[in-house]
């Protein structure tokens, strides 16, 4: 069983930023893809960044130059890094990783941004 465990979201004002922290743990010998997915509410899933293994990016054009993705791969830990939030930004973030064929999910964590 794996599981994935969000931290640090939390309330901060337009222009602020914050870090969020996903950490995985259970039956795990490698981690493929993580990444952050985000949703408001009455809106679809969408990608917000991803890395490999490797440390190859993919970010979605509304973060790009605004949020870093990492990993530590010897923690199975991925981090995002989220500088010069907007309002609509404001969304549940959840943590994601490919391990072994499987999608796993985090529980979600809130970003809520004030203008």
């Known amino acids: 069983q794996v599981q994935l465990v969000e931290s640090g979201g939390g309330l901060v004002q337009a222009g602020g930023s914050l870090r969020l922290s996903c950490a995985a743990s259970?039956?795990?010998?490698?981690?493929?893809?993580m990444g952050w997915y985000r949703q408001a509410p009455g809106k679809q899933r969408d990608l917000v960044a991803r890395?490999?293994?490797?440390?190859?990016?993919n970010y979605g054009d509304s973060v790009e130059g605004r949020f870093t993705i990492s990993r530590d791969n010897a923690k199975n830990t991925v981090y995002l890094q989220m500088n010069s939030l907007k309002p609509e930004d404001t969304a549940t973030y959840y943590c994601?990783?490919?391990?072994?064929?499987?999608?796993?999910w985090g529980q979600g964590t809130q970003v809520t941004v004030s203008s």
């Open positions: 994601a990783a490919h391990i072994a064929g499987r999608h796993y």
């Open positions: 259970g039956s795990i010998f490698s981690i493929n893809t």
């Open positions: 890395i490999s293994s490797g440390g190859s990016t």
